[in-house]
């Protein structure tokens, strides 16, 4: 282990609490009450709480006006349903990376800070002058999924929420315009739910999963070798072109001689006519 893993392994160490966002979650657990369900702590890094949907926009209100998140990052939301489909819906040459035999059926989980249904929204919300942030999820029903619409607090919210009920299906309650942003208007379905069938995996490679990247180490060595052939051909390639001038160079130098000497054997031929004159 090198000497700068040791010092981050040791920091990690050092930091068991978090104060800042201690008093954070605090300050939702004494705002929410009951409305605060979970949270969840890395130390120097991270705070993440659930809350439940009856609380989602008093949350966001809490967090800009009383903690100062005034930015707005995003709204997305997750289905943690494990695939139906299982390696059905891969293409062919997705079985070279994972292999084809089927495989046991995952359990559902919901991540940190938990959970108690299949989906779930999320918003990140920061401070730009503490220069810290809190994620804050809520469940959504299994059934019919709905959200009350953040955009009287975050207007920024809007185009988020309308991706999310286009690709979720999540109807986001009092939002004025959920009009499609990436779908045909008669697209029936929401892709990014888990069962959804991608059937364009079954036709065509999938892009980013048929090109595997390599190692690091397996890329700095084939940089290396590609940097090292190149070389070796500019090399032989020189010397081709050494020999080519050296042979031409002889090859004037000849032609430059024979004309010398014709020019001289002219010359003479002419003396010897003046002298028979």
């Known amino acids: 282990m090198s000497t ?9 160490e050092e930091v068991e609490t978090d104060a800042v966002r201690e008093a954070i979650a605090g300050a939702f657990a004494e705002h929410l009450g009951d409305g ?15 809350v439940d949907a009856g609380s ?31 390696r059905e819906m891969e293409a062919e040459q ?18 940190v800070a938990g959970g108690d249904s299949r989906f779930q929204a999320f918003m ?5 002058e503490e220069h810290i942030g809190v994620t804050i999820k809520t469940d959504l029903a299994n059934d019919a999924p709905a959200i009350d619409t953040l955009i009287a607090v975050y207007p920024g919210a809007n185009w988020h929420e309308r991706e999310l009920s286009e690709m979720f299906g999540v109807d986001v309650v009092g939002h004025p315009d959920l009009r499609a942003l990436y779908l045909p208007t008669d697209f029936e379905g929401n892709p990014l739910r ?11 490679p999938w892009p980013g999963i ?18 090292a052939a190149p070389a070796t051909g ?41 002298s028979a004159e």
């Open 234 to 274: 500019d090399s032989t390639q020189g010397a081709s072109t050494e020999g080519a001038s050296t042979e031409g160079a002889s090859t004037e130098g000849a032609s430059t001689e024979g004309v010398s000497t014709e020019g001289a054997s002219t010359e003479g031929e002419s003396a010897e006519g003046e």
């Open 194 to 204: 888990k069962d959804f069938p991608l059937v364009a995996r079954r036709v065509k």
């Open 56 to 86: 989602w926009v008093s949350a966001a209100r809490f967090a800009r006006d009383r903690l100062g998140m005034t930015w707005f990052d995003f709204v997305a939301g997750i289905d943690w349903l494990p695939s139906p489909f299982g």
């Open 36 to 50: 605060l369900l979970d949270q969840h702590i890395v130390p120097g890094r991270d705070l993440t709480i659930r």
């Open 124 to 128: 990140r919300l920061h401070s730009t």
């Open 4 to 12: 700068t893993e040791d010092v981050a392994t040791e920091q990690e």
């Open 94 to 111: 997705d079985w070279v990376v994972h292999g084809r035999d089927e495989q046991e059926t995952e359990e559902m989980s919901t991540g």
């Open 210 to 227: 048929v090109d595997v990247e390599g190692m690091p180490e397996e890329e700095e060595a084939a940089d290396e070798s590609a940097e």
